[in-house]
C-alpha cells in the first residue's frame, strides 16, 4: 500500500509528528556516460583548472538542499552534511553521495537528488561536444538511522 | 572544448547575448526500474484515484520551470510548454518529457531536469515499498531550433 | 499591540527562541466560487482523468512549504505533515488544510497559504472558460499547541 | 473543456507558443475583514511608523514574481510592473493590484497572488490579536491585451 | 586549514551532526555610503511615506531566511528571530542586523546576508538618481553560542 | 524624486512596458579583505584542488540568477551572460562581475549581487580560520545600454 494518499486518492506529505528524531545517513549512487574523447575533455579542462566536477560537486550539494522543494510530498529537513564523491572512469563518471541530517524522517531522497543534479549539471558543462551521454543507474546504496534500520543494497560495495 | 570556462579556468554562464531567438523543443526520455509488485501497487492506488502519475508529471513541469535555479550555469529561459508522457510497463515506467520555448538557448537542460525529477517523485511516492528501484536511461532524444539545427538521437522512435 | 514591529517601527522577525516546542496543528478552510457550468467542467475532466484537485492538491502542500518565503515575517519551519480535502459542492469548491509541525511556533499561516494556493491553482485551471470565479471565506479554523492552547473558531465543524 | 490536460489526463503547461507578444495587464481585488480594534491596531502601529501595509506591498509584489513558482501550470513570465492600493476601511482592508507584462501570457494569476499574498501578510502580522481575520472577495476586475481583448468584470469601478 | 573541503579538495558542506544544539546569536554591520543629496531624498521620501528604510528592512530579513539557499556551502538553519536597524548619517547609512537561532551551527552567514541584502535593496531604490553609491565595511561585530563561546570584534561598540 | 514609490508612499515595482529592449552591460567590482595567513590558506588549498575561488565564482553567478527574487523591487530579466574574476592579492580578493541581457531594465543590481554573494561565500568558507574578513567597496564600475547610454564610474579602470 502506498502511504502517500489520503482516504480520497489524494497525495500527502505523510504525518510524521511522533516519529523518532534520530541521526539518518543515506548513501545514493549513480552514473553519467559518455564518449571517451568527451571524457578526455573533461580531463584536460581540470589540467588548465576548469573543473567541471568542482561545478558538479556544488551543483550536487545545493540541488541536495533544495529536495523538499522540488520533490513534492517532500518533508524540509535541516540536512547536517552533504558530501559527494566522482570516479572519473573511460567512458563514465561515477558519482556517490553522502547526506545526513538529525530528523524524523530519511534522507534517501535528499541523497539521490544530489547524484542526478550532479550528473545534470556535468551534462549541461559537456553537452556543446556530445549529445550522446546518458544518465543512469541512479539507486540508493546505503541508509542508516529510523525505524527501519541499516540497509545496504544487495551485491554494492560500502 | 569546453565553452563554460573563461580564461582563468572558472565556469561561467556562457554568453548567449547575440544569439538566434528561435522556437526551440527538446524531447529527453528515462525510466525507472521496479519490482513488478511496485508497478501493481501503482496501478491499484490509481484506480482508487491515487495517483503516482499525476504527481510525478507535476513535479517533472515544475521541476523544469526551476532548471535555471537549479543547474549552476543554466540560463533563465521562459518557458512556453511543458508536457510529459508515462508508459507504465512490467517492471519499469518510461518518462517522456517535451518542452518549448522561444529564446536564445536551447531546452535540453529543461526536458533533462522534467525527466529526473518526474522519476525522482515516484521513487519518493513508492520508497515506503521497494527500496531497489533504479532510475536509468535519461537521454536527449530530439533538439529543434537554433543553429545546430534539427537533432534526432540514433535509433530512437520519435 | 501589534509585536511584529521592533522600537523604531520597523517589522521584524518576532523573537521566539525560548519559545516551547511542541506538536502545533492548524486547520484553515476556504472556497472558490463558480458557475455551475465551471463545476460541471471539473467534475467531467475528473472523469477522463483529467484531475484539477489532484493538482490544486499538489499546489496547496508544495505552497505550504514556501510559506517562510513568501510571507515576509515568517519563521522557517519543518513541516511534519499537510493533507487537505475538497468538497465539490454546486457552484463551490470547498477546500481544507490540516497542517502539523513540531515548533515553537504555530502553523496557521501554512495553513491558510494551503488554502488559498490550492484555490489560486484551481482558479489557474479553469480561467480559460470562466473568469467570474471567487475566491473567499477563507479563514482558520482550529489551532492546537503551544501557549494559547486549542482554538476552535465559533460555529463550525471539526 | 479545461485546455490544461494533455489526451491521457494529466495536467500541462498549455502550449503558447506561437501565442502573440503584446502588453498585457491585469487588475485583481480582494479583502481582508477584521474587527474594528483590529483595524484601530493597525492605523496606530502606521501612525508609530510601524507601517502593515508597506509589508504587505512587499509582500504582495514579491509574492507576484513568484507566481510561476507556485501555481503549478503557470508559464514564467518577466513583469514590467507590479503595484498594490490599500483602502484601510472601517472592518476591512480592500486590496487592488495592477499587474503588466510584455508577453504571450496574461498575467490575471500574478495579479491574484499579489492581492492573496498581500492578504495573507496582513493576517500574519495582525494573528495575535485578531483570530477571527477572513480573507475573500479575491476576484478578477480588469484584464488587457491578448487574444480575448478587453474584459472588465460586470458591475466593478474601473 | 580550511575545513569545507574533503581530502580530494572539493568542496563539501561541512558534516555537523553531532555539534551541540544552542542558543546562537550573530551581530553584523555594514554601511552603504551616498552623497548627502541622495540622502537628503531618501529622508524626504520618508517624510511622504515612501520609505526606503522599510523596504531594506524587509529585503534584509526575506534574504537571511535565503542564507542557506544563495551561500553555496551554508547549513539550512530555522531562525527564531531577526531584526535590523538603520543610522541614517550624512552621507551613509548604517545597517545593523541581529539573527538568532537555536541550531548546531552560528548564524554569522544569516546576519552577513541581511546586511548586505538590505544595503543592496537601499542601493536599488536610489540609483536613479545616484550611481556612485558604495557599500562597505561589512563585518560580523558578535557572535554568541556553541564551541567558539563568545566572540565580539575588537573596538566595536555592542 | 525617489521613482520606487507610488502616489500614496508605498513601494513599487516601476512600470517599464514600454522601455526600450537593448542589449545591456554592467560591471561592478569589491573585495574582502583578509589577513594574510587567510589568503595564504585560500592558495594552499587551492594548489592542493580545494578552491574556494570557484565555489565563490559558482556562487555569484546563481546568486546573480536570484537577483529579482531577492531585492524586493527588481524586475524578473534573462540573463544571457555571467562572468567573474577574483584577483588574489596580499590580504585582499578584489572580485569583478560582467552581467548582460537583452532587455528592458539595466543589470546593475544583478552585477553587485554576483559580486557580494561571491564574497559572502569567501567569507563562509574562511570563517573558521578568520573572524576578522570586512567586505567592502562594492561598486558599480560601467554600465551599458538603455537610454542612460555608457556610464563608467570616475577614475576606474575598465
Excluded: W
Excluded at 571524457?39 to 523538499?68: C, E, H, P, R, Y
Excluded at 563518471?93 to 553522502?98: C, F, K
Aim: aromatic share 4%; glycine share 8%.
Amino acid at each position: 500500500m502506498l502511504t502517500h494518499f489520503n482516504e480520497k486518492g489524494l497525495a500527502r506529505m505523510v504525518e510524521v509528528t511522533s516519529k523518532e528524531t534520530t541521526h539518518r545517513v543515506a548513501v545514493a549512487r549513480g552514473s553519467i556516460y559518455m564518449k571517451p574523447e568527451t571524457i578526455m575533455a573533461v580531463k584536460n579542462a581540470a589540467i588548465k583548472k576548469g573543473d567541471v566536477i568542482q561545478v558538479a560537486q556544488i551543483g550536487g550539494i545545493m540541488g541536495s538542499k533544495k529536495t523538499s522543494e522540488i520533490i513534492p510530498m517532500c518533508h524540509p529537513l535541516m540536512l547536517t552534511g552533504v558530501d559527494l564523491n566522482f570516479d572519473v572512469l573511460e567512458s563514465e563518471i561515477v558519482i556517490e553521495s553522502v547526506v545526513q541530517t538529525v530528523g524524523v524522517t530519511g534522507v534517501e531522497m535528499e541523497a539521490l537528488t544530489a547524484v542526478t543534479i550532479a550528473a545534470l549539471t556535468i551534462y549541461d558543462m559537456c553537452k556543446a561536444i556530445d549529445k550522446e551521454m546518458v544518465i543512469g543507474n541512479v539507486r540508493l546504496i546505503e541508509k542508516m538511522g529510523g525505524k527501519s534500520g541499516h540497509y545496504v543494497r544487495q551485491g554494492e560495495d560500502v
